[in-house]
């Protein structure tokens, strides 16, 4: 059934909660902190997979697959790592019906246990660089469950590499974000900011994290994937050496990157509205529904034929689906693929038989603006031409969203009260200490120092010291 779900404008987290499950994404799981995802959900997640597999894969990047369990004295070996991780770990202490004599963490990420792998096969400049992935689940201990946005368990891709110089790794942190932007970008519909994090934001036991960040629906900020210059700080740990040309010993320079199934939370925040999902046609699991429209058997009759014969053609296409559920009502049906957020609605009756057209409806649009006619015979690159201007529009609806909620301030007091309403662009000195000011009085973060800087030197937000860049500051999930 089309369940109730609470308007956007009531609430927004019990919006996203509603549409979540109500499209059948995911569900909360008998664990706490823990989620299901659902096949529908699972299917978005498998396009954004085989969408990032091919540009892996393109750019020399090799899929693997390292154990769930990490010995305790491997997470150890790195100060910061163990740091950052320390209050999130699962620890599993017992096997096999016996206490273990070391304990195993349940990865939190596998920095250490694929660069302990690293210091085994890496040995000479012909081995680098190595560009591995692996597709897995992670483990971090949280009970404030949101379903997508923050559970205990959750699915990504970790990327982890290893570089004879500073130089390629730093190119390789580049390409990964240019990816990520890509992806969420053209894929997701959903604009990014790529930038720098502020040293107090960026990955334990990272030299320098980027990130893209995305506004949401409710104008606070999501962290939508990073990709982390590590140094050396892993090499020197794990004692990764190589023999360069001139056979001297070195030290290899590493990166690693990652996106979650986080970004479906995103793509919910980002496009959803009061009806339910919105989705961009790229990642839709369905791209078309076709809802043929009937009264009586005989108009079935003159109705199916037709249906089947346009959606073998169009299946070659795109991705459809034919509710052909006799028990309910077209309305019924628009409702509950409007909730799913399908893209386009194909609508098919007597009538329209007759005169050779269907009604095409869009899920971007406002009802009453949404809906054409379209002849039978043209059916197919009508469809095609639709699905592309329904991806670009969402984009365009999210950036003048972002844009109509970012702003400029000259001061401090101005910061506070941009932070409260969405983003604010402002100089920031670099400084900790303003950092940490700022994050006390305003509840908001620094998010990102953008890529995009216009070059101009300024005074920054918080004390007013010379400044060299602007920051992105911004309330976040
Ligand atoms: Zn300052």
Request: neutral net charge; contains cysteine.
């Amino acid at each position: 059934m089309v369940q109730k779900i609470t308007p956007r404008s009531v609430d927004d987290s019990a919006w996203y909660t509603d549409v979540v499950q109500a499209a059948e994404l995911a569900d909360y799981s008998p664990v706490r902190g823990c989620m299901v995802i659902r096949p529908y959900g699972y299917a978005i997640w498998e396009n954004m997979q085989q969408y990032l597999d091919q540009r892996f894969k393109a750019t020399r990047h090799q899929p693997a697959y390292f154990p769930v369990f990490i010995p305790q004295s491997f997470i150890q070996k790195e100060a910061e790592h163990i740091e950052g991780f320390a209050p999130q770990l699962a620890v599993v202490t017992h096997g096999g019906g016996e206490k273990l004599e070391e304990p195993l963490i349940v990865r939190p990420t596998s920095e250490t246990i694929i660069n302990a792998m690293y210091a085994k096969w890496i040995r000479s400049y012909r081995d680098l660089p190595v560009l591995y992935y692996q597709w897995c689940n992670v483990v971090r201990w949280e009970m404030r469950t949101r379903l997508f946005l923050r559970t205990m368990e959750f699915l990504w891709h970790e990327g982890h590499t290893a570089h004879a110089t500073a130089d390629e790794a730093m190119k390789e942190v580049m390409l990964i974000l240019e990816i990520y932007r890509k992806l969420t970008e053209e894929e997701m519909a959903m604009p990014v900011i790529p930038g720098r994090k502020s040293e107090s934001e960026k990955f334990a036991g990272a030299d320098a994290t980027w990130t893209i960040e995305a506004m949401m629906g409710n104008k606070w900020a999501l962290q939508a994937g990073t990709s982390h210059f590590l140094g050396q700080h892993f090499a020197k740990v794990f004692n990764i050496q190589f023999l360069d040309e001139t056979n001297q010993l070195q030290m290899v320079w590493q990166t690693s990157w990652a996106v979650t199934t986080r970004l479906i939370g995103a793509l919910v925040m980002v496009h959803g509205d009061d009806q339910g999902l919105r989705l961009p046609p790229r990642l839709a699991p369905i791209q078309v529904v076709v809802v043929p429209i009937w009264k009586s058997d005989e108009e079935r009759g003159q109705v199916m034929p037709v249906v089947e014969r346009i959606t073998g053609e169009l299946g070659k296409h795109v991705r459809l689906h034919v509710d052909d559920r006799a028990d309910l009502s077209p309305g019924f049906k628009f409702n509950d693929w409007e909730l799913r957020g399908v893209p386009l609605r194909l609508e098919l009756g007597p009538k329209d038989v007759q005169k050779g057209q269907a009604v095409l409806a869009r899920r971007d649009l406002p009802a009453k603006q949404n809906k054409s006619t379209v002849m039978l015979d043209a059916l197919v690159p009508e469809v095609q031409r639709l699905l592309a201007d329904i991806q670009s529009n969402l984009f365009n609806q999210a950036l003048r969203f972002r844009e109509e909620n970012t702003f400029y301030p000259a001061t401090y007091d101005e910061l506070g009260k941009a932070v409260a309403k969405g983003f604010a662009v402002a100089y920031w000195c670099g400084s900790a200490e303003c950092e940490k000011k700022m994050i006390e009085e305003t509840k908001a973060t620094i998010r990102c120092i953008p890529m995009q800087q216009d070059g101009k030197a300024g005074h920054c937000i918080v004390c007013g010291g010379e400044a060299k860049e602007k920051a992105v500051f911004a309330r976040s999930f």
